[in-house]
């Protein structure tokens, strides 16, 4: 009895050690659950920081060539890119590591952000990116075109091409790196370069939370090339004749070129003008001269200055100040005659001249006879089409 109840306290010792062995203790679950509470948001925060790294590092390709070329599509669209106009990309260049195939897709890309952003007509030009072969004795020698300037211009004269463009690209593992560079077609002359890193991209600094302003300070002013604009004028007048005023029905055609970023015109104006009474078919008294019942020509050098500031805006009436001087001619009369004007221009082809004239004395000969004296002051009212 007494080794059967020895056996049975040794079995129970034994259980009690083994179950303290595998058993966690209470005083170490806490720390464990404090731990996992602190650690939480830290755990978070690094897979976070994770997720950002690997947006960053694992872009596409073609989604950092959109942003980079977004760039390029910012400045046409604001008419920052100056020789677009009849324009033909010409040669296109890719770093080793790019696929030649891949040349093709730029120059798509590049020719729907100009088509889309811009009036400017692309044209396509296969010879000049044509190869030739020519035998000298036992040799074949096959050349292009690109070093050939002569032939370019001649090409570019029969195909209608006034710019060429070339892009120079360049890729790496740090960033993309594209240059666009136009040139005029028939004097070699650099109208435009600019050269675009993903890096420092407009949407990169906005990734960054960087105000893009800081980097890249706005363009407070936009180059405007020299334009010709044309004009037909519809004038009233009332001006001095022979001895007398008259009511004239005036037509003007108007040819001024646009410059100093379209503040400033200068060109030409020819008035003919003709008498109310003629138009009404009014005989002249015999033995008087008016200037204006038949053959006349006015010739006059006009210069004005725009007064609507750094940019026009098609959607205000403008205004603009304007003088002209020049001479009249009709049959028996040579005289000069000076203007100073004003007019307000409404939408893009439509203006409203106002004008004060003065016509120096000059004499007016009939059959060789002097006929009387013209000289005096003159008032004008017009409507403008602009071209």
């Known amino acids: 009895m007494r080794s059967h109840l020895l056996i049975l306290l040794i079995a129970l ?48 390709f073609y989604q950092v060539l959109e942003e980079t070329i977004a760039d390029f599509e910012y400045d046409v669209k604001n008419g920052q890119v100056s020789g677009l106009k009849n324009l033909t990309i010409r040669n296109i260049g890719v770093s080793e590591n790019v696929p030649p195939s891949f040349r093709q897709h730029l120059e798509l890309v590049t020719s729907e952000k100009i088509v889309r952003n811009s009036k400017t007509r692309m044209i396509q030009c296969l010879p000049c990116k044509a190869k030739s072969a020519n035998i000298f004795g036992d040799n074949v020698v096959i050349s292009n075109t690109d070093g050939n300037s002569v032939q370019l211009a001649r090409i570019a004269k029969m195909s209608g091409i006034e710019n060429f463009m070339d892009i120079a690209f360049s890729y790496q593992p740090s960033g993309m790196l594209i240059s666009f560079y136009i040139v005029d077609a028939e004097t070699g002359t650099v109208a435009w370069s600019k050269s675009y890193n993903s890096e420092t991209s407009r949407a990169t600094a906005f990734r960054r939370g960087v105000d893009f302003n800081q980097i890249n300070p706005k363009t407070d002013q936009i180059e405007f090339a020299p334009t010709v604009m044309y004009r037909p004028t519809l004038y009233y007048f009332y001006q001095a004749n022979v001895g007398t005023y008259s009511s004239v029905l005036g037509f003007a055609f108007r040819m001024v070129e646009r410059y100093d970023n379209r503040k400033k015109e200068v060109g030409f104006e020819m008035n003919y003008m003709m008498d109310v009474n003629t138009l009404m078919g ?84 009939l059959s060789g006879t002097s006929a009387g004296s013209v000289s005096g002051i003159e008032i004008g009212l017009g409507v403008s089409a602009m071209f």
């Open 13 to 60: 010792i034994t259980s009690g050690y083994l179950y303290a062995q595998v058993a966690p203790k209470s005083d170490e679950t806490e720390p464990n659950v404090s731990l996992q509470k602190d650690t939480a948001p830290e755990t978070t925060g690094s897979k976070l920081g994770l997720e950002k790294d690997k947006d960053k590092k694992f872009r596409s």
């Open 282 to 365: 009014v005989t002249p008294t015999a033995g008087t001269v008016n200037l204006y019942s038949g053959f006349n020509l006015t010739l006059l050098f006009v210069h004005a200055w725009n007064l609507w500031g750094e940019i026009e805006s098609y959607n205000k009436a403008r205004n603009s100040l304007f003088i002209a001087a020049g001479g009249t001619y009709a049959s028996g009369f040579l005289g000069a005659i000076g203007r100073i004007g004003y007019e307000w221009r409404f939408g893009k082809h439509w203006a409203v001249p106002v004008s004060l004239g003065y016509r120096p004395p000059a004499t007016a000969f």
